[in-house]
């Protein structure tokens, strides 16, 4: 009966469309003789009204099929309405569309996602199960960064720990040295995997360094804003900066800073040595003129929150003014700077302008700054092997707690 109910409806509205000239319905019906009663009876019967004698129709509804367009204003006043059906002599044909268990049937059952319903999904089942969050979290590494086939965690232990605490965990990996353009066409591929193999609509994406850019790209030309529920960027030069673009223009202050990279991207640093590296299109797309243009063409979507940290090192310095935009307390130092990270932090300018020997936090303040961290770049992501002064764990999980309680 409710499949009959849909199927008279349906060509109710069908036949009024057809009538009026707004569409056609593209098929016929086809009906038999039967006992029928008007709209206007109908509704005079539900209202406790006299009922008029039913008396069969000398033109049945089915009596001849009625095509597109044949059906004029006094027809569709008059509609008739078969009431009987299944009694003698009565049955209706219908589209093959609302037959049982197609699509548009009542008693059809809805497709349901089955998770991790392939061998491609296996990457990211692995800590891809949990109950916590209202969306996953995919974690997306910096440049010199790598995925989850590296020997450590990029995250150093941050995939299991977030995991042991009830979250979903995806891990990307882009190439390591490679421009925001190219990496971000990357991401979004992995964002259309993840979601569906894990049956979600949306994720939380918290990117350290340049894993901020490529995902902002996701959030404009790349036109994934509707899959993700928040961004978390972790210094990422959102404004850009000048020795990034001094290096790529290859001039001689740049050169050296490009030379200090390079004696960074060992095999350790660098992640998968496989993957194709290109180090002057990294420094074009973390450049203040890159930076320009890329918000003056595409500015962030206002529906997606964006959270930002900026990070500071050298513990005989501290943010300054930067630092004091953050919502919550400013530190009142940095932490040791990383050897690796010595050179590179005077460069950036030292004591006169904050930074975690990569980025100047400066750089880093977008959307909604909730502050600075007392942590240089490398120990943002607990390297090298988790060991550092800034407790990079403590830092994760409190954020993921703190997405879950914003009701992401």
């Given amino acids: 009966m409710a499949s009959l109910r849909l199927t008279l409806t349906y060509r109710l509205l069908c036949l009024i469309l057809v009538s009026s000239g707004v569409m056609g319905c593209g098929k016929t019906i086809t009906a038999v ?73 009542p008693d059809a059952e809805p497709s349901a996602c089955e998770p991790w319903a392939n061998e491609a999904c296996a990457r990211w089942r692995r800590f891809g199960e949990g109950e916590r969050g209202l969306a996953p979290i995919m974690l997306v590494h910096g440049f010199f960064g790598w995925g989850d086939d590296h020997a450590f965690d990029y995250f150093y232990g941050i995939p299991q720990l977030l995991h042991a605490h009830g979250y979903r965990v995806l891990i990307a990996e882009l190439d390591p040295i490679n421009s925001s353009e190219l990496r971000s066409e990357q991401l979004a591929s992995q964002v259309d995997e993840a979601l569906t193999c894990t049956c979600s609509e949306r ?105 930002s940290f900026a990070g500071i090192t050298n513990p005989l310095a501290d ?62 992501v607990g390297q090298i092997f988790g060991v550092s002064d800034f407790d990079h764990e403590n830092f994760y999980l409190n954020h993921a707690r703190f997405l879950e309680e914003q009701g992401h």
């Fill in 33 to 105: 003789p039967s006992q029928r009663v008007t709209l206007s009876e109908r509704h005079d019967e539900s209202k406790g009204g006299a009922q008029a004698p039913r008396e069969p129709s000398d033109t049945p509804i089915g009596g001849s099929e009625i095509e597109e367009g044949s059906v004029d204003q006094g027809e569709r006043d008059a509609l008739i309405v078969d009431l009987d059906m299944g009694a003698e002599g009565g049955a209706m044909t219908t589209d093959a569309s609302l037959t049982e268990g197609s699509p548009s049937s």
């Fill in 203 to 307: 994720l939380n994406i918290i990117a350290h360094s340049q894993g901020g850019l490529d995902a902002r790209y996701l959030l404009g030309p790349l036109e994934r804003a509707h899959l993700i529920e928040s961004l978390t960027t972790i210094s990422t030069p959102h404004r850009g900066f000048e020795l990034a673009g001094q290096g790529a223009r290859g001039d001689e202050v740049g050169l050296e800073f490009v030379e200090m990279l390079t004696a960074l991207s060992s095999e350790l640093i660098r992640g998968n040595p496989e993957r194709p590296h290109d180090l002057p299109a990294t420094l074009r797309s973390m450049s203040i003129e890159a930076r320009q243009a890329y918000d003056e063409a595409w500015p962030d979507p206002s529906h997606i929150p964006i959270y």
């Fill in 319 to 380: 943010g300054g003014e930067v630092c004091d935009q953050g919502e919550r307390p400013a530190p009142s130092r940095g932490d040791l700077i990383e050897p690796a990270l010595v050179a590179s932090y005077w460069m950036l300018g030292g004591f006169d302008i904050p930074n975690d020997g990569v980025v100047p936090a400066s750089s880093c303040v977008w959307g909604r700054f909730l502050g600075c961290i007392a942590s240089d770049h490398f120990d943002q």
